[in-house]
């Protein structure tokens, strides 16, 4: 089980670095501009990007592109770096992935389909065994933590902005005598130009769990 897990952080690892290896030669202005980071310079005159992740101000050296939290000492986990690093990928090859305004299902992604078991185990079911039989505390939770807006679907629902281009909306429907709770989460259509199925399934995995904990210690 060790060496299973060395060599998933391996694989993340390698992930990382090539990811920062297609980024190295961009210009960062544009990809501040199409990732919609904000770019300053450091006190050698370097750039430095600042992009906020689930409302949380991240600082991105350049061009070793490494990733802190602006607010605390806190490093990223490697899973966290190899999202962001695709996600600026993603918003440089797609000259900033437009917002739609339309939302679809994980299973409307490419890919999804053969991903979905993955998503329904970091994401939907344990947002349905966090908040289905208390889906009020979702939508205070979620504004606590991310600054999330309430939505009109399902029957509570809020829209976190994960990222700059990526908002996402997490939806339940109260059970009743007869059906129990029953949830999912929807995602803009740009998305898929931005992440593939199993960045998607990991994004949403990151947005559930914190919210999860707050309401575990919460009691």
């Known amino acids: 089980m060790q060496g299973d897990r060395m060599a998933r952080i391996d694989d993340y690892n390698q992930a990382f670095e090539l990811g920062k290896k297609e980024l190295f030669d961009k210009a960062p202005d544009l990809v501040a501009e199409y990732s919609g980071c904000e770019i300053e310079g450091d006190a050698a005159g370097k750039p430095k990007l600042i992009l906020d992740f689930l409302n949380r101000p991240v600082v991105i050296s350049w061009p070793d592109l490494d990733f802190r939290y602006r607010d605390s000492a806190e490093d990223l986990q490697i899973q966290q770096k190899v999202l962001l690093v695709h ?127 707050m309401a575990k210690a919460k009691g």
Do not use: C
């Open 87 to 213: 996600y600026l990928s993603g918003a440089w090859a797609s000259k900033g992935a437009p917002l739609t305004g339309k939302w679809i299902a994980y299973q409307e992604v490419p890919d999804g389909r053969f991903y979905l078991d993955a998503f329904l185990k970091r994401a939907k079911i344990p947002l349905l065994q966090g908040f289905g039989e208390h889906p009020e505390l979702l939508e205070e939770l979620a504004t606590r933590a991310f600054g999330a807006e309430s939505s009109d679907h399902g029957d509570v629902s809020v829209v976190i902005r994960v990222l700059p281009l990526v908002p996402m909306v997490l939806l339940l429907w109260k059970g009743d005598e007869e059906f129990s709770p029953e949830g999912n989460i929807l995602f803009d259509r740009n998305i898929p130009r931005l992440f593939s199925a199993e960045d998607i399934a990991w994004l949403a995995g990151m947005a559930v769990y914190p919210l999860i904990g």
